[in-house]
Protein backbone atom coordinates (compact mmCIF):
# COMPACT_ATOMS: atom_id res chain seq x y z
CA UNK A 1 0.00 0.00 0.00
CA UNK A 2 2.01 3.18 -1.14
CA UNK A 3 1.94 6.10 1.99
CA UNK A 4 1.10 9.69 2.05
CA UNK A 5 4.95 11.39 2.06
CA UNK A 6 4.46 14.67 1.22
CA UNK A 7 1.99 16.92 2.45
CA UNK A 8 1.33 21.13 2.10
CA UNK A 9 -1.27 23.24 3.34
CA UNK A 10 -3.60 23.77 6.40
CA UNK A 11 -6.59 22.25 7.81
CA UNK A 12 -9.65 24.64 7.72
CA UNK A 13 -9.16 27.42 10.30
CA UNK A 14 -5.61 27.97 9.50
CA UNK A 15 -4.62 25.12 12.14
CA UNK A 16 -1.38 23.13 11.27
CA UNK A 17 -2.16 20.29 9.60
CA UNK A 18 -0.04 17.41 11.37
CA UNK A 19 -0.34 13.72 10.65
CA UNK A 20 -0.45 11.11 13.42
CA UNK A 21 1.45 7.70 13.87
CA UNK A 22 -0.77 5.71 12.36
CA UNK A 23 -0.55 7.67 8.80
CA UNK A 24 3.23 6.43 7.77
CA UNK A 25 3.92 10.05 7.24
CA UNK A 26 7.76 10.47 6.24
CA UNK A 27 6.65 14.13 5.44
CA UNK A 28 4.70 17.00 6.13
CA UNK A 29 4.92 20.59 4.99
CA UNK A 30 2.76 23.41 5.01
CA UNK A 31 2.91 26.47 3.48
CA UNK A 32 3.13 30.20 5.58
CA UNK A 33 2.10 33.42 4.11
CA UNK A 34 4.54 36.16 4.98
CA UNK A 35 1.63 39.35 4.26
CA UNK A 36 -1.35 40.41 6.21
CA UNK A 37 -3.92 37.72 5.64
CA UNK A 38 -4.22 34.15 4.50
CA UNK A 39 -3.96 32.22 1.22
CA UNK A 40 -7.67 32.32 -0.14
CA UNK A 41 -6.69 30.01 -3.58
CA UNK A 42 -5.01 27.08 -3.58
CA UNK A 43 -0.76 26.89 -4.20
CA UNK A 44 0.14 24.66 -7.17
CA UNK A 45 3.11 22.15 -5.55
CA UNK A 46 4.24 20.02 -8.83
CA UNK A 47 7.36 18.33 -9.28
CA UNK A 48 10.46 20.39 -10.72
CA UNK A 49 11.26 20.39 -14.79
CA UNK A 50 10.78 22.17 -17.60
CA UNK A 51 6.79 22.44 -18.10
CA UNK A 52 5.78 22.33 -21.67
CA UNK A 53 6.57 21.64 -24.91
CA UNK A 54 4.77 24.97 -26.17
CA UNK A 55 6.33 27.95 -26.55
CA UNK A 56 4.86 31.14 -24.16
CA UNK A 57 3.34 32.88 -26.92
CA UNK A 58 1.23 30.02 -27.56
CA UNK A 59 0.00 29.37 -24.34
CA UNK A 60 -3.94 30.42 -23.77
CA UNK A 61 -5.49 32.85 -21.49
CA UNK A 62 -8.44 32.63 -19.51
CA UNK A 63 -11.31 35.03 -19.61
CA UNK A 64 -9.53 36.93 -16.96
CA UNK A 65 -6.34 37.53 -19.03
CA UNK A 66 -4.00 35.06 -16.93
CA UNK A 67 -2.30 32.31 -19.06
CA UNK A 68 -3.21 28.99 -18.94
CA UNK A 69 0.14 27.10 -18.75
CA UNK A 70 -0.63 23.86 -20.63
CA UNK A 71 2.38 22.31 -18.67
CA UNK A 72 2.65 18.20 -17.96
CA UNK A 73 4.74 18.46 -14.54
CA UNK A 74 3.22 15.70 -12.01
CA UNK A 75 1.55 17.65 -9.27
CA UNK A 76 1.53 16.85 -5.55
CA UNK A 77 -2.25 15.99 -5.30
CA UNK A 78 -4.23 18.96 -3.13
CA UNK A 79 -6.94 16.92 -1.12
CA UNK A 80 -10.40 17.70 0.94
CA UNK A 81 -8.14 18.26 4.42
CA UNK A 82 -6.27 21.44 2.46
CA UNK A 83 -3.22 19.26 2.57
CA UNK A 84 -1.22 18.22 -0.63
CA UNK A 85 0.21 14.53 -0.55
CA UNK A 86 2.61 12.39 -2.19
CA UNK A 87 2.08 8.68 -2.18
CA UNK A 88 5.21 7.02 -1.69
CA UNK A 89 6.73 5.08 -4.51
CA UNK A 90 9.85 3.54 -5.71
CA UNK A 91 12.17 6.37 -7.34
CA UNK A 92 11.45 9.17 -5.67
CA UNK A 93 14.39 11.34 -5.54
CA UNK A 94 16.08 12.36 -2.20
CA UNK A 95 16.43 15.64 -2.46
CA UNK A 96 13.10 15.57 -4.20
CA UNK A 97 13.03 19.00 -6.08
CA UNK A 98 9.75 20.56 -6.01
CA UNK A 99 8.05 23.85 -7.54
CA UNK A 100 5.82 26.26 -5.30
CA UNK A 101 3.98 28.30 -7.69
CA UNK A 102 0.36 30.70 -7.85
CA UNK A 103 -0.57 31.56 -11.47
CA UNK A 104 -2.68 34.44 -10.64
CA UNK A 105 0.47 35.79 -8.89
CA UNK A 106 -1.09 36.69 -5.64
CA UNK A 107 2.24 35.09 -4.57
CA UNK A 108 5.64 34.52 -5.75
CA UNK A 109 6.94 30.98 -6.78
CA UNK A 110 9.75 29.33 -5.10
CA UNK A 111 11.93 26.10 -6.27
CA UNK A 112 12.99 23.84 -3.11
CA UNK A 113 15.32 21.01 -2.92
CA UNK A 114 14.17 19.00 -0.17
CA UNK A 115 15.52 16.67 2.13
CA UNK A 116 13.15 13.57 2.19
CA UNK A 117 15.78 12.03 5.09
CA UNK A 118 15.67 11.18 7.44
CA UNK A 119 11.96 10.39 7.88
CA UNK A 120 9.39 11.84 8.92
CA UNK A 121 10.42 15.52 7.48
CA UNK A 122 8.29 18.50 8.60
CA UNK A 123 8.96 21.78 6.64
CA UNK A 124 7.29 24.66 6.26
CA UNK A 125 7.73 26.69 3.03
CA UNK A 126 7.45 30.27 2.99
CA UNK A 127 5.46 31.60 0.35
CA UNK A 128 5.72 35.92 -0.09
CA UNK A 129 3.05 37.99 -1.49
CA UNK A 130 3.18 38.93 -4.98
CA UNK A 131 2.21 41.64 -7.47
CA UNK A 132 -1.76 40.51 -7.40
CA UNK A 133 -2.19 40.13 -3.50
CA UNK A 134 -4.88 41.33 -2.03
CA UNK A 135 -3.60 44.12 0.30
CA UNK A 136 -5.19 44.64 3.67
CA UNK A 137 -6.48 47.75 4.30
CA UNK A 138 -4.56 50.23 6.48
CA UNK A 139 -1.32 48.02 5.27
CA UNK A 140 2.22 49.92 5.31
CA UNK A 141 4.25 49.13 2.17
CA UNK A 142 5.46 49.70 -0.63
CA UNK A 143 5.11 48.42 -4.67
CA UNK A 144 8.54 48.32 -5.98
CA UNK A 145 10.30 47.27 -9.25
CA UNK A 146 14.01 46.60 -10.00
CA UNK A 147 15.89 46.94 -13.16
CA UNK A 148 19.83 45.92 -13.30
CA UNK A 149 22.43 47.25 -16.01
CA UNK A 150 23.44 50.04 -16.81
CA UNK A 151 21.96 53.06 -18.21
CA UNK A 152 22.28 51.81 -21.74
CA UNK A 153 21.12 48.55 -20.90
CA UNK A 154 18.43 48.58 -18.26
CA UNK A 155 16.37 45.24 -18.03
CA UNK A 156 14.46 43.25 -15.38
CA UNK A 157 16.11 42.18 -12.41
CA UNK A 158 14.54 38.45 -11.97
CA UNK A 159 13.78 37.10 -8.76
CA UNK A 160 15.39 39.63 -6.41
CA UNK A 161 15.36 39.60 -2.81
CA UNK A 162 14.56 42.27 -0.55
CA UNK A 163 14.77 42.86 2.85
CA UNK A 164 13.56 46.34 4.71
CA UNK A 165 15.70 47.79 8.29
CA UNK A 166 15.14 50.33 11.01
CA UNK A 167 18.85 50.63 11.95
CA UNK A 168 19.73 46.94 12.17
CA UNK A 169 16.36 45.70 13.18
CA UNK A 170 14.17 43.85 10.12
CA UNK A 171 11.00 45.55 9.51
CA UNK A 172 9.74 43.69 6.46
CA UNK A 173 10.82 41.65 3.57
CA UNK A 174 9.69 40.54 0.12
CA UNK A 175 10.24 38.33 -2.84
CA UNK A 176 10.29 39.87 -6.61
CA UNK A 177 8.93 37.86 -9.55
CA UNK A 178 9.78 37.09 -13.25
CA UNK A 179 9.20 40.91 -13.74
CA UNK A 180 11.23 42.41 -11.16
CA UNK A 181 8.42 43.43 -9.08
CA UNK A 182 7.69 43.03 -5.53
CA UNK A 183 5.32 43.80 -2.60
CA UNK A 184 6.90 44.83 0.21
CA UNK A 185 4.75 45.28 3.45
CA UNK A 186 6.27 46.75 7.17
CA UNK A 187 5.36 44.50 10.11
CA UNK A 188 3.11 46.30 12.61
CA UNK A 189 5.64 47.08 14.54
CA UNK A 190 8.06 48.98 12.39
CA UNK A 191 7.89 52.23 13.85
CA UNK A 192 8.58 53.49 17.22
CA UNK A 193 7.05 52.25 20.13
CA UNK A 194 4.74 54.66 22.16
CA UNK A 195 3.64 57.76 20.36
CA UNK A 196 3.68 56.80 15.92
CA UNK A 197 5.51 59.23 14.11
CA UNK A 198 4.33 59.21 10.12
CA UNK A 199 6.59 58.55 7.93
CA UNK A 200 8.87 55.84 9.09
CA UNK A 201 12.30 56.40 7.57
CA UNK A 202 13.07 52.89 6.56
CA UNK A 203 16.44 51.59 4.85
CA UNK A 204 15.31 49.39 1.63
CA UNK A 205 17.87 47.36 0.45
CA UNK A 206 17.34 44.77 -2.92
CA UNK A 207 19.10 41.64 -3.50
CA UNK A 208 19.69 39.81 -6.69
CA UNK A 209 22.59 38.13 -8.72
CA UNK A 210 25.81 39.17 -9.53
CA UNK A 211 25.57 37.26 -13.05
CA UNK A 212 22.43 36.36 -14.69
CA UNK A 213 22.28 33.02 -15.42
CA UNK A 214 21.95 31.66 -19.23
CA UNK A 215 19.58 29.39 -20.05
CA UNK A 216 20.90 26.02 -21.55
CA UNK A 217 18.66 26.43 -24.60
CA UNK A 218 17.65 29.70 -26.71
CA UNK A 219 13.85 27.83 -26.29
CA UNK A 220 14.23 27.43 -22.54
CA UNK A 221 12.57 30.71 -21.35
CA UNK A 222 9.70 30.91 -23.49
CA UNK A 223 9.13 27.00 -22.72
CA UNK A 224 9.41 27.47 -18.86
CA UNK A 225 8.76 30.77 -16.58
CA UNK A 226 10.78 29.62 -13.91
CA UNK A 227 13.69 28.58 -15.20
CA UNK A 228 15.86 30.84 -13.42
CA UNK A 229 14.30 30.48 -10.25
CA UNK A 230 16.71 29.84 -8.08
CA UNK A 231 16.71 26.26 -6.45
CA UNK A 232 16.93 26.34 -2.68
CA UNK A 233 18.18 23.18 -1.25
CA UNK A 234 16.61 22.44 2.63
CA UNK A 235 16.70 19.87 5.30
CA UNK A 236 14.21 17.85 6.29
CA UNK A 237 13.02 20.55 8.65
CA UNK A 238 11.90 24.15 8.95
CA UNK A 239 14.47 26.51 8.76
CA UNK A 240 15.58 30.28 7.91
CA UNK A 241 16.17 28.73 4.41
CA UNK A 242 12.14 26.98 4.38
CA UNK A 243 10.85 30.10 5.65
CA UNK A 244 12.45 31.86 2.28
CA UNK A 245 14.41 33.98 4.83
CA UNK A 246 17.94 33.41 3.93
CA UNK A 247 18.86 34.74 0.50
CA UNK A 248 20.01 32.05 -1.93
CA UNK A 249 23.37 31.67 -2.70
CA UNK A 250 25.26 34.52 -4.92
CA UNK A 251 23.19 36.77 -3.75
CA UNK A 252 24.38 40.25 -3.04
CA UNK A 253 24.09 44.29 -2.60
CA UNK A 254 25.43 46.53 -4.88
CA UNK A 255 25.86 50.32 -4.05
CA UNK A 256 23.15 51.46 -6.15
CA UNK A 257 20.37 49.32 -4.36
CA UNK A 258 20.07 50.49 -1.01
CA UNK A 259 17.84 53.39 -0.74
CA UNK A 260 16.40 55.59 2.33
CA UNK A 261 12.43 55.50 2.01
CA UNK A 262 10.08 56.77 4.04
CA UNK A 263 6.89 55.00 4.77
CA UNK A 264 3.75 56.77 5.39
CA UNK A 265 1.78 54.86 7.97
CA UNK A 266 -1.61 53.11 6.73
CA UNK A 267 -0.43 53.56 3.36
CA UNK A 268 0.78 51.51 0.38
CA UNK A 269 3.21 53.87 -1.97
CA UNK A 270 4.99 53.22 -4.78
CA UNK A 271 8.96 54.23 -5.67
CA UNK A 272 10.92 54.77 -8.54
CA UNK A 273 12.38 51.46 -9.76
CA UNK A 274 15.68 50.46 -7.61
CA UNK A 275 18.76 50.14 -9.97
CA UNK A 276 20.83 46.41 -9.04
CA UNK A 277 23.72 47.49 -11.05
CA UNK A 278 26.93 45.27 -10.47
CA UNK A 279 29.72 47.62 -11.90
Known amino acids: MAHPI ?3 GRRPGGEP ?8 VVAIVRHTVHAIGRAATPIEVA ?3 VPSAAPRHQWPKSRDGFFTVPDRLERVPRHSSCLHALLDRPGLDDPLDLRFFDTSRRFVPRRLSIAMSPKPVRIRPGLFPGAAYDVAERST ?7 RG ?3 NRRVA ?3 RVIARVGTRVVG ?5 DRGEFLLLLQPDAGTIGTLSSPIAVEVTVYARLAEPAPSSPDLPGLDPYWDLPLEPVPALTND ?5 TLPASYVETATSVRTVNFPLSLLKSEPPFIFSPT
Open 158 to 160: RWC
Open 47 to 49: FDG
Open 17 to 24: AVAGPADH
Open 241 to 245: VTRGL
Open 6 to 8: FHL
Open 173 to 177: RAHGD
Open 150 to 152: PPT
Open 141 to 147: GLRGRVL
